[in-house]
């Protein structure tokens, strides 16, 4: 008799990524835009919390980093809306069958507070990944004054992710 029984397989992945303020740019985090005299540099729109996602959700796929899959000499994705990245992102894990179990995602920054936008930047994470709103976590965080970001020169986020896909055993 053979018995067809289905158990989860578990990948953790972690993402960084950092950027400098500049007042010529607007600051977009995890797809929100935030009202705030400084934004983000980046190739793209520099949005860190869409960035670490991205490559916390590529980890745990063990299928590369976001330069590999989105490299920032490539005119075709300058000043392209990162969250369009993490959809095509979301497009080749859902393909593999992965799934999300949650999002945990710090961000840094001296200014300006985010506790007003941290629900909106939640929902807009869980929408883009197609993910339950419960299954999202963000925490806002300053640097204490320490360092770049401790200084107001940048944002950085933080993003840890577990996914999970079935994989059916036989006996």
């Known amino acids: 008799m053979r018995v067809v029984d289905t158990t989860f397989e578990y990948r953790t ?8 303020l500049d007042e010529n740019e607007k600051l977009f985090l995890g797809g929100v835009e935030i009202p705030f005299d400084k934004g983000l540099v980046g190739h793209s729109d520099g949005d860190v919390v869409i960035h670490a996602v991205i490559d916390a959700i590529l980890g ?21 809306d990162s969250s369009k990245l993490l959809s095509f992102v979301i497009e080749i894990t859902e393909s593999e069958k992965w799934e999300f179990v949650n999002i945990d995602i710090v961000i840094k920054a001296e200014e300006p507070n985010l506790s007003a ?7 807009s994470i869980a929408d883009i990944c197609g993910a339950d709103f419960a ?19 940048a944002i950085e986020a933080m993003a840890m992710v577990l996914l999970r896909r079935a994989v059916k055993n036989r006996f």
Not at 13 to 20: A, L, P, Q
Request: net charge positive; with cysteine; glycine share 14%.
């Open 13 to 20: 992945g972690i993402g960084t990524d950092i950027h400098r």
């Open 117 to 123: 936008y941290k629900k909106q930047i939640k929902r």
């Open 60 to 80: 745990a796929a063990c299928i590369g980093d976001i330069g590999e899959f989105f490299p920032n000499n490539d005119e075709k994705y300058h000043n392209i």
């Open 135 to 153: 299954k999202v976590n963000i925490k806002a965080k300053t640097n204490e004054g320490m360092g770049a970001v401790g200084r107001g020169e």
